[in-house]
Structure formats: structure tokens, C-alpha cells
């Protein structure tokens, strides 16, 4: 009670103040259509701003299923444009590589960026379709890592900020080829090195995977160019290449499954022929009897 009667004479003043205000609003409120009407308004414009307040908050906090589901739609569209390649690839022949891929939506669980080899692991397994070798894409389509390794429910991704991890590409202006690596230390920063010094480099060039790369599908954007300098030698250029997808903020992520980069695992994994293969049979003539 003490206490009550303590916190009562401290915030008196201010008490009385408030009262008094209300009370002065009412009155003003009853004394004319016109005061009356103004304060219905004003009353209208404070509710509306709370409201729109409290909708934009749910909307932020409503963001990451939002993605989630976008993600998973943009997967099954694009798995619908794939099948009706094939219908088209089957029913007339034509002579474009069509190329076939199963894309699955998936979310990040965990992701590394500040070692010298990183790695991605999603919420999705052997269970679910994933299998080593499928390619790991952004939600943007950006190149992110390649499946090395899968459980029934989770699978482990190599990012491409990894040291071990080299990638053939080529700039999509005039076509010419080299290879992604990371060299460490910056997350947004690649090396685009071996290409030809004849190559016409621009700053802002795309550099996209190759068609027998054996990690991403080709055409996928791995970055921009940001600048070119002479090796040595003086010939190739060494690149440093800005990465597309930023690996700081991957939530939702897709992965690719595409035939064509079993094909090329496959040709690499065959044996090499011997060097005399070429060369042409050696025919022996028998010699006749006297």
C-alpha cells in the first residue's frame, strides 16, 4: 500500500495531465459536427497507420516461407520447361542439344565461407533424389557448389570457395575458356586464370560454366569480370572474377541434376589408350620358299 501511495505522488502530475487532456479532447469532440468530424478522421488515420504497421512486421517475419515456397516453384517449373524439351526433342529430332535436368528445392542448413575449403549442407538426402554429383545453384540460378557427399536426409555440398575445387569456364562474350578457382581470403572474389591472351576482356564480361563442365550445367553464371593482367609469360590472363552469388546470405538454393555432366564424368573416367593406338597395324609378309 506504502508503495502504491509512493508511486502515486511521483506520477501524479503527469496523471492528472493525461485526465485532463482526454477529458478536454471529448469535450472538444461534442462541441461541432466539424470537431467532431476531424477527430473521427484523425482517429481513422492513427488505427490505419498502426495497422499497416503491425501487416508489415507480420510481412518480414512471413519472408523466409515466402522464399521457401518461391524456391520450390521456380524447381517445378522448371522441371515442367525440361519435360516439354524432351517431348520436343523426341518427337522431332532436331539436331539442338536439348539439355535435360531435374532441379529440387532445397533450404541451407549450414554454410562455411572464412575456411580454405568450405562447405554447404542442405535438408535434403538420398531420400528425397539427391545424389553425389548434382550441382548446387542459388535460388538466382548462380553457381554455388557440387554434392559430395548424402545421407538419407542431408547432403554436403563442396562451395566454390574452395580451394580443392576447379571449375572449366569460359566468357560469354567471345567464348574463350579458363578455369574458376579460389584462391582463399575474400568470400566475393574468384580467380579466372589460362585464358588465351587473344581473348577480348572487359570489365563486367560474364563467365559462365562450359558445356563438358563437370560440376554446373553449362551457361550457369559463376560471375563478372572486374579485371585482367598478363601472366609472366605474357601468355594467358589471369582474371579476378566478382562473384554472382553471395555466400553470405544463401538460404534457399536449388539442385541440378543434369545428364549431360554424367556424360562427361563418364568420358573422364575412362581409361586413356595407349600412345601407339594411332599408329597404323604393322602387317608381317611371309617369305616365300625357295
Request: proline content about 2%; charged content about 20%; glycine content about 6%.
Given at each position: 500500500m506504502h508503495k502504491l501511495i509512493y508511486f502515486l505522488k511521483k506520477v501524479y502530475v503527469p496523471l492528472i495531465f493525461i485526465v485532463a487532456e482526454i477529458a478536454a479532447i471529448f469535450v472538444y469532440a461534442g462541441s461541432t459536427p466539424y470537431s467532431q468530424a476531424k477527430l473521427v478522421g484523425l482517429s481513422h488515420y492513427a488505427f490505419g497507420w498502426v495497422e499497416s504497421l503491425f501487416t508489415e512486421v507480420n510481412g518480414y517475419f512471413s519472408l523466409r516461407k515466402d522464399n521457401i515456397v518461391l524456391t520450390e516453384r521456380i524447381a517445378e517449373l522448371e522441371n515442367t520447361i525440361n519435360a516439354y524439351k524432351s517431348q520436343v526433342e523426341d518427337s522431332f529430332e532436331i539436331g539442338i542439344d536439348l539439355q535435360s535436368?531435374?532441379?529440387?528445392?532445397?533450404?541451407?542448413?549450414?554454410?562455411?565461407?572464412?575456411?580454405?575449403?568450405?562447405?554447404?549442407?542442405v535438408n535434403k538426402g538420398l531420400s528425397d533424389g539427391v545424389r553425389i554429383g548434382m550441382s548446387l545453384l542459388s535460388a538466382e540460378g548462380y553457381a554455388v557448389g557440387c554434392i559430395t557427399n548424402c545421407s538419407q536426409n542431408y547432403s554436403i555440398a563442396t562451395s566454390v570457395l574452395n580451394t580443392a575445387l576447379r571449375v572449366s569456364a569460359r566468357l560469354s562474350s567471345d567464348r574463350s575458356m579458363g578455369l574458376v578457382s579460389w584462391a582463399g581470403g575474400d568470400s566475393r572474389r574468384l580467380v579466372f586464370s589460362d585464358v588465351s591472351k587473344y581473348a577480348n576482356i572487359k570489365e563486367g564480361d560474364i563467365v559462365e560454366a562450359i558445356d563438358f563442365s563437370e560440376y554446373f550445367p553449362s551457361g550457369t553464371i559463376i560471375g563478372t569480370i572486374e579485371s585482367a593482367t598478363l601472366n609472366e609469360e605474357q601468355t594467358m590472363y589471369n582474371c579476378t572474377l566478382r562473384l554472382s552469388a553471395d555466400m553470405s546470405r544463401l538460404s534457399n538454393v536449388i539442385l541440378v541434376?543434369?545428364?549431360?555432366?554424367?556424360?562427361v564424368r563418364l568420358l573422364?573416367?575412362?581409361?586413356?589408350?595407349p600412345a601407339n593406338h594411332l599408329q597404323e597395324p604393322i602387317v608381317e609378309q611371309e617369305q616365300s620358299e625357295e
Amino acid at each position: 500500500m506504502h508503495k502504491l501511495i509512493y508511486f502515486l505522488k511521483k506520477v501524479y502530475v503527469p496523471l492528472i495531465f493525461i485526465v485532463a487532456e482526454i477529458a478536454a479532447i471529448f469535450v472538444y469532440a461534442g462541441s461541432t459536427p466539424y470537431s467532431q468530424a476531424k477527430l473521427v478522421g484523425l482517429s481513422h488515420y492513427a488505427f490505419g497507420w498502426v495497422e499497416s504497421l503491425f501487416t508489415e512486421v507480420n510481412g518480414y517475419f512471413s519472408l523466409r516461407k515466402d522464399n521457401i515456397v518461391l524456391t520450390e516453384r521456380i524447381a517445378e517449373l522448371e522441371n515442367t520447361i525440361n519435360a516439354y524439351k524432351s517431348q520436343v526433342e523426341d518427337s522431332f529430332e532436331i539436331g539442338i542439344d536439348l539439355q535435360s535436368h531435374q532441379y529440387i528445392a532445397c533450404r541451407v542448413v549450414s554454410n562455411s565461407i572464412n575456411k580454405s575449403r568450405n562447405y554447404i549442407v542442405v535438408n535434403k538426402g538420398l531420400s528425397d533424389g539427391v545424389r553425389i554429383g548434382m550441382s548446387l545453384l542459388s535460388a538466382e540460378g548462380y553457381a554455388v557448389g557440387c554434392i559430395t557427399n548424402c545421407s538419407q536426409n542431408y547432403s554436403i555440398a563442396t562451395s566454390v570457395l574452395n580451394t580443392a575445387l576447379r571449375v572449366s569456364a569460359r566468357l560469354s562474350s567471345d567464348r574463350s575458356m579458363g578455369l574458376v578457382s579460389w584462391a582463399g581470403g575474400d568470400s566475393r572474389r574468384l580467380v579466372f586464370s589460362d585464358v588465351s591472351k587473344y581473348a577480348n576482356i572487359k570489365e563486367g564480361d560474364i563467365v559462365e560454366a562450359i558445356d563438358f563442365s563437370e560440376y554446373f550445367p553449362s551457361g550457369t553464371i559463376i560471375g563478372t569480370i572486374e579485371s585482367a593482367t598478363l601472366n609472366e609469360e605474357q601468355t594467358m590472363y589471369n582474371c579476378t572474377l566478382r562473384l554472382s552469388a553471395d555466400m553470405s546470405r544463401l538460404s534457399n538454393v536449388i539442385l541440378v541434376d543434369g545428364r549431360d555432366i554424367d556424360q562427361v564424368r563418364l568420358l573422364k573416367s575412362e581409361p586413356e589408350l595407349p600412345a601407339n593406338h594411332l599408329q597404323e597395324p604393322i602387317v608381317e609378309q611371309e617369305q616365300s620358299e625357295e
